[in-house]
């Protein structure tokens, strides 16, 4: 990194950290001024509970993925990572009792 871009990130460093107490300040006034609506709540819960899908797994495979992927595209993994197998994820089963 060129000293040219250190001297830029250290003023928006600075820029950020004096803003802070302002933003803070402006986020707490609008909690307390929130209006708490029942109905607008109620009607998203609804809507999550007519569109919601059940999932195959946590999410962690997919996560794992990605993150390969944007080492691969940083350059820090090699390609060879494809050769792996597959795994087929499954579900969980639950042992029967006797």
Known sequence: MSTEQQEINRRL??????AAPELERVRCEELRAYVYDPHAVDALFEFGLRHAQPREGSGLVEMQRFFVQAARRAGLVADAIDSYPKVKQEGLRVAESH
């Open 13 to 18: 460093v600075r820029q950020w950290k004096a």
